[in-house]
């Protein structure tokens, strides 16, 4: 004789979660427990969970041969969070009354051996993979509860140990079982940003001009300067000026975090851009994403939405420069690994930080630079042509000159320039434009500009001053331009500020 039942879970492959059908057999034949589908090594494990949480809390479990599906058999699961469904699917076997509850809930988490249910990683697209299948309904461990109410329309239950899962599956207990007491633990997430203004900023006009420019088109911005002078103090305020997330884009960042480990549920959905600033260090594999088997986020997808902020940007290995390439055109990247190929959102805005030589001191007023010519050379060097082709707006920082402190007036604050730069937005949208200056179709903006404009950029690339892309992304910072203006056509000033900002030089 031989029973079976099923429940439901949710696969994590990138930042998109998958229904799961989890299916438990038993039979009365020679005690095993096996679990197919293609589980990683995690999820073999899970039987040696299972089976000690169900005893622990005195729980029924059916006895012979036992066999877990979880299906669809081609796709590859991984991870702790399937342990709470096998657990309902196996329990589910031995007491029938709780089988429809079963079948119509979704299960996430992690078993431990006393019985107490530990969170897991993803649990925010697993939910909203769930609401969007039509399970409304789902079962979350404690530590987890707050970033799955996050989803709208999740009829969350939270439980902390099998003796709450009993009392959700409604299922008498056997005997008095008592659990040990589950210490919150400190969610692993970024730092709280510092406060910080625009109007921190002391001169430095040109470079403040470009950040506006930035935030309002969704431009690539480099700042190049020496020590001190003000560059990575700029590429912070950047999020500041930069509108909050809509709710889309809100959810698909939070998701990011949450599949990362790195989401603090207490602060809800994020709202907020998010700044990423890794170090020079950083391998490829953590800067794009990377894995064993099924690749998880890099800090271009945790920068989704947000600002990539590259600090001393000539110290990164040229390797891991150039795989920004592909990103920064398309916003997304997909990886393939061994267990498959992943898809990762990676919209973000790249900020690089550069001294323009070695020991920093190239063009200090004061300073004299100790680098040999070709040790300059070599150093920006560094930062491959390809890649700058894809930056639009390039600003030198100077330091402050003996005396400009003082007669230095005071820029306007975040809050002021953020207020034009989503009116800049607002009048992008009014044109009828899905999207930011930096991302649309070349066509929807190169019809602003004149005959003439055109014809002036044409010769340029003719004459290998600039590429074609370069002639693009020109054209787009100069929409960008009249867009903050309110101009519903892009003037020939704007192109040559633009131009200008670029960095480009016309010999």
Known sequence: MSRSNHTWSVAIVGTRGHMVRVEARSSQNLPTFTIIGMPDSAIREASHRVRGAIHSAL???????????LAPAA?????????????VALIANAFKKCQAIARQTVYLGECGLDGTIHPVRGVLPAVLAAVE????????????????RLIPGAQVVAVANFGELAKHLKIPGKGKVTYPEVKEETTLCAAAQETVDMADVMGQDEARIALEIAAAGGHHLMLLGTPGSGKTMLAKRLPTILPELADAEAIETTAIHSVAGTLDATAGLIRRPPFIAPHHNITAAAMIGGGATLARPGAVSLANHGVLFLDEAPEFAPSILDCLRQPLESGELTIHRSGGSVHLPAKFQLILAANPCPCGYWGHPTKACKCPPYA??????????????????RVNVYGPLPGSLTTSHQGDSSATVLNRVKAAREFQAARGQCGLNAA?????????VSAADLHRLNKLVEHAVITMRGRDRII????TIADLREEYQVRTDAIQQA?????ETND
């Open 499 to 503: 131009f200008a900002l670029r960095g």
């Open 476 to 479: 787009r910072v100069a929409r």
């Open 376 to 393: 300059r050379i070599r150093y920006l060097n560094r930062l491959s042509g390809p890649l700058m082709d894809r930056i639009d707006l």
């Open 133 to 148: 299948n039509g399970y409304s309904q789902v079962v979350v461990p404690a530590a987890n509860a707050e970033e799955a």
């Open 75 to 87: 796709l590859r699961k991984s991870g702790s969070g399937f342990d709470l469904a096998i657990a």
């Open 59 to 69: 729980l029924p479990f059916p006895d012979g041969q036992l066999t877990v599906n």
């Open 440 to 448: 649309i179709p070349s066509r929807e903006i190169t019809k602003y």
